[in-house]
């Protein structure tokens, strides 16, 4: 089969599958003639300040530019166009968006991918940050409903659907951002003991799930290295295996209480598994998103709602070509 995206391709999708009434569940009709679109069209042009009247003039554009890539933004005071760029017209609402790409933990994914590679052991990475950040959305804000969005190639970006996040300034995102990023800040200096007392639940969690995961695709040989024993990490590693809800009480009791091995361990766990957050992509809101349902130009991969970010494999997400067979 011919794999090659051709423009006929990317327009018969455009006005035959993709799923307009869909889409627009996740954006809303309120103000979609404000609302900034973006695309990369002909010979990888990016262009910006794009509004439409109504989705059907969305549709024609993207079947007569034969789109490449297509990305939603922000909401504004007036339709965004080259007369009235975004820059110049007053910000009104955006989705409050998380990205993560696999591309972000080249420096200790230990399988030997790079860039836009991925593989069973590493893409863990990435559906790890997804169950994390859900969790802490809806238990530690009361948010109710995220989606999570593949991004088409090597991430996914999760939606915070709450139609109050869509009022939220830079400010409150970064507050948001800062929240569940300050054990992750840039020198990654800062150990999870330090965590104060009012983000417990996410201390919490830290357990319950990245120091779970680590502990139980550790091999014994590899936990030795931070100071334990074999037959203790053989031990730690099966405990973990066989538990069905890990928490902090058990790593306390699992862990040998040595303070100096406890502080390589978490520093090592999160060093290596806790979430790395794209923060441009949630703090800026003048930004575009890939739209879902929209193909991914260089893969032909469709950016779908994962239904269970638990049992998606990139691999799974269907193509343009599949889709128009
Ligand atoms: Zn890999």
């Not at 909401?75 to 972000?104: A, H, L, M, N, V």
């Not at 990023?181 to 007392?197: A, C, G, L, V």
């Amino acid at each position: 089969m011919n794999n090659e995206l051709k423009p006929e391709f990317l327009a018969e999708y455009y006005e035959k599958k993709f799923p307009m009434d869909y889409f627009m569940s996740f954006i809303g009709l309120s103000n979609f003639s404000n609302r900034e679109f973006g695309f990369v069209v002909g010979k990888d042009a990016f262009v910006r300040n794009i509004s439409f009247q109504n989705t059907d003039q969305l549709r024609e554009y993207m079947i007569n530019n034969a789109v490449k890539h297509a990305y939603v933004g922000a909401i504004y005071d007036t339709s965004p166009s080259r007369e009235s760029p975004i820059q110049k017209i007053e910000w009104k609402g955006r989705e409050f968006i998380f990205d993560i790409d696999i591309d972000e933990y080249d420096l200790v994914r230990k399988c030997g991918c790079k860039g836009d590679q991925y593989c069973k052991e590493c893409w863990s990475l990435v559906q790890d940050a997804a169950i994390f950040i859900d969790e802490t959305m809806k238990d530690d804000f009361g948010f109710k409903d995220v989606i999570w969005i593949f991004s088409g190639r090597r991430g996914v970006h999760g939606w915070v659907m709450d139609k109050i996040t869509q009022d939220f300034n830079q400010a409150q995102r970064v507050a948001i951002l800062n929240y569940l990023t300050f054990i992750h800040d840039e020198k990654r200096t800062q150990s999870i003991e330090e965590i104060p007392n009012e983000a417990k639940p996410l201390r919490n969690r830290i357990y319950s799930l990245v120091a779970k995961s680590f502990l139980e695709k550790s091999t014994p040989e590899q936990l030795k290295e931070l100071g334990i024993s074999l037959n203790k990490a053989k031990e730690i590693i099966q405990n973990v295996q066989l538990s069905k809800q890990f928490n902090h009480t058990q790593y306390n009791i699992i862990i040998p209480n040595d303070t100096l091995v406890r502080r390589k361990l978490s520093d090592e766990f999160i060093l290596r598994r806790y979430p790395r957050i794209d923060r441009k992509v949630t703090m800026d809101t003048r930004r575009v998103s890939r739209m879902p349902y929209s193909v991914h130009g260089k893969t032909g991969q469709i950016a779908i709602v994962i239904k269970d970010i638990r049992n998606f494999y990139p691999d799974s997400a269907p193509t343009i070509w599949e889709s128009l067979m």
